[in-house]
């Protein structure tokens, strides 16, 4: 056929899946896409993030939505233009989900779980007689020529294509596949990379024993969490070796590169953001012939978990005595963290490709028939529905650059 147009595309993952589904419904004549996985299936971690309750984006304004890529807003401003929640939203309604707003503004599939997406996904693709699944075929070295060297089976396999789409995901969780190993060659391609680093992590904390036996995952809602540069407000999970939950994750990252140049570092905590100092003061001076814990529930609303929290680093016997001093205490209760999770137990990786190896449109400056998708691009954002929406939008950038380039209006 000679208007036969290839693409091959590489991880099975969101990122490369959304690829495959707008190249296959891109009315480009004669495409033809094939899909390498490295495991068995597609969608591993997908399905993972399914487990604990798929965010698939954030109902957020997109001035604020684009701020949640910290160094890289300006260009995720510009990718959100043109594919933002909205359409990832209309997206997931084209194969049957419906979707809702939590009370924290994410946004969630209604009824349908991640398998079943999934599941409708690949149902489209494969309908589609030019899609091609190649499963356990492992991505294992770059030629200076650019040629993609499969390993599938113990044997080599090359594939030639017009268009390469790399989406190998990012470096934790390496039981669903990705496991950063492109690290070693991508830079054959000239494209340059940063390091792999846990983002959305917990981290670890030298509790007492009494504490790790008492608080093993409990919550501590409605806080702010703040480190030398970032705070965010939410709630944290204490676990017995430290640290987790959606408020510590979002500035993950400050307090990762606090630990790079420092042995410990600190994490702060407001147990009262709506309240000033003051006012603490006095809702804390009432009732003061009860015991401490007796007020800090009766005047605070203080549960038992944030209370043994607040126990864990104040002085007690000052705190009875000295009202400053522990409201003090409850406006910044003061933690040493001394290192973070290890990388494979983290949500997402910091690191990859970097931005500026690469076209607006995503593709290798030095060869642009190479372009690069999702969490193996060097970007970092807290959960939300972030990180997903990073993939989705990034996966259409490059389809429709494609598009473009194939002489489809977009
Ligand atoms: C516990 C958990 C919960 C999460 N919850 C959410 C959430 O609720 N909302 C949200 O927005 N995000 C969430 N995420 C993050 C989200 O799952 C990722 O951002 C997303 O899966 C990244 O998509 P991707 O396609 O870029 O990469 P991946 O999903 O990592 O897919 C990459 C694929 O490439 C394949 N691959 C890798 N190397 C090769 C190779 N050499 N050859 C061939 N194939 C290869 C891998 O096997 C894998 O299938 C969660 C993540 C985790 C771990």
């Known amino acids: ?107 969630f599939p209604k009824k349908m779980k991640a398998a079943d997406i999934l599941h409708q996904w690949m149902n489209s693709l494969k309908s589609h007689e030019n899609f091609h699944l190649h499963l356990k075929h492992s991505l294992t070295n770059i030629t200076a020529d650019g040629d993609l060297i499969f390993k599938h089976d113990h044997s080599n396999k090359t594939q030639k294509a017009d268009y390469y789409i790399l989406a190998m995901g990012g470096g934790s969780w390496t039981k669903t596949g990705s496991d950063g190993a492109w690290m070693e060659y991508i830079e054959a391609l000239g494209v340059k990379t940063a390091p792999l680093k846990a983002m959305n992590c917990g981290f670890e904390i030298n509790w007492s024993k009494h504490f790790q036996d008492k608080v093993d995952r409990g919550f501590v809602k409605n806080i702010v969490v703040s480190n030398e540069s970032q705070n965010a407000r939410g709630e944290i999970m204490l676990t017995p070796y430290g640290v987790e939950g959606g408020a510590v994750y979002a500035i993950s990252n400050g307090l990762r590169d606090e630990l790079e140049k420092s042995v410990s570092t600190k994490l702060h905590i407001d147990f009262k953001p709506d309240l000033k100092r003051q006012d603490v003061i006095e809702k804390l001076s009432r009732r003061n012939k009860d015991s401490l814990t007796n007020r800090l529930r009766k005047n605070l609303n203080f549960d038992k978990i944030a209370t043994s929290l607040l126990y864990e680093v104040l002085d007690r016997s000052k705190a009875q005595e000295d009202v400053n001093y522990l409201a003090a205490m409850v406006k910044d209760c003061e933690i040493e963290v001394l290192r973070a999770r290890p990388m494979d137990e983290a949500i997402s990786t910091s690191g990859g490709v970097c931005f500026e190896s690469l076209n607006d449109d995503l593709s290798a400056i030095k060869n642009n028939q190479y372009y690069f998708v999702g969490e193996m691009l060097d970007f970092e954002a807290p959960t939300g529905g972030y990180l997903l929406q990073g993939c989705f939008s990034t996966a259409y950038r490059v389809v429709k650059s494609i598009k473009e380039k194939e002489g489809i209006n977009v």
């Open 1 to 107: 056929m000679s208007n036969q147009v290839v693409v091959a595309i590489v991880g099975g993952g969101p990122a490369g899946l959304f690829c495959a589904f707008e190249l296959l419904n891109s009315k480009i004549e004669g495409i033809e896409v094939h899909l390498y996985e490295q495991t068995g299936g597609v969608g591993k971690k997908f399905l993972v993030a399914g487990n604990s309750g798929l965010n698939l984006t954030h109902s957020e304004k997109q001035e604020e939505f684009a701020k949640k890529y910290f160094k890289d807003e300006a260009r995720f401003r510009s990718l959100l233009k043109d594919f933002n929640a909205n359409d990832l939203i209309e997206w997931a309604n084209t194969l049957g989900t419906e979707t809702f707003i939590g009370t924290s503004g994410r946004v």
